[in-house]
């Protein structure tokens, strides 16, 4: 049976921000990121939503008083006690892409495997 990390088309980088998740029916819920890639994240909560749910994260990078949003459409894909994992469907912007892709080149341990998955793929779906 293969491990999560071998499926995984882009390297996970480990990183703590926060992180504001909202859905058209609910007001923005706080959260903690734990790891981010290209097509996917990780986030710790209490109240981990359903998978299936649809919702627009934001990355907020560089304090409290004007943080830089890194935009994203997401959908749950995995629900854990401690959180949930969500597949990105949609990053909103060319700086939310060039954001997220820094945040996890420089967080990332293999940095070298992260550059060439990246340079292998056209946006973030795998070439046919």
């Known amino acids: 049976m293969e491990s999560d990390a071998n499926r995984r088309e882009f390297t996970r980088a480990p990183l703590q921000i926060d992180v504001e998740l909202t859905t058209e029916q609910s007001p923005p819920v706080a959260c903690q990121l734990r790891d981010v890639s290209l097509n996917g994240l990780y986030l710790m909560c209490d109240h981990p939503w359903p998978v299936g749910s649809d919702c627009r994260v934001a990355l907020l990078l560089g304090g409290s008083e004007k943080p830089i ?58 070439r046919e």
């Open 69 to 126: 949003r890194v935009e994203m459409h997401c959908t749950v894909t995995r629900v854990e006690k401690t959180g949930m994992g969500l597949e990105i469907t949609g990053i909103l912007g060319l700086e939310s892409f060039e954001h997220l892709r820094n945040l996890v080149l420089y967080n990332a341990s293999q940095a070298e495997q992260a550059e060439k998955e990246m340079q292998s793929h056209r946006g973030i779906r795998q």
